[in-house]
């Protein structure tokens, strides 16, 4: 079955940087595009950035461009999210997304009817 495990969460202080890892099982991950999204405390889910399968097309939300980077080693099965600069609004847990296509789309920003399946979430604080 397919299951995806996010990890790498943690404190940390406002312009530091965390990288978080997720683990995909149960699917062929190399044919698929996925994406990060995160949910703020007492807020809704908020896409933050995708993939497409092979890796080399990227797209990230307004609010996280110039600052955080998504990759994947489809060889390991891992999608990965570098935060750099972090900042009090970015406090979050954060959720891998499997997309139901290979390549990017508008839709996957916009409707999250796009992923078929989702991880566990991993917390992200940013305060001092």
């Known amino acids: 079955e397919v299951q995806l495990v996010e990890s790498g969460g943690g404190l940390v202080q406002p312009g530091g940087s965390l990288r978080l890892s997720c683990a995909a099982s149960g699917f062929t991950f190399s044919s698929y595009a996925m994406s990060w999204v995160r949910q703020a405390p007492g807020k809704g889910l908020e896409w933050v950035s995708a993939i497409n399968s092979g890796g080399g097309s990227t797209s990230y939300a307004d609010s996280v461009k110039g600052r955080f980077t998504i990759s994947r080693d489809n060889a390991k099965n891992t999608l990965y999210l570098q935060m750099n600069s972090l900042k009090p609004e970015d406090t979050a847990v954060y959720y891998c997304?499997?997309?139901?296509?290979?390549?990017?789309?508008?839709?996957?920003?916009?409707?999250?009817?796009?992923?078929?399946?989702w991880g566990q979430g991993t917390q992200v604080t940013v305060s001092s």
């Open positions: 997304a499997k997309s139901r296509r290979g390549a990017l789309t508008i839709i996957a920003t916009l409707d999250f009817d796009e992923y078929d399946y």
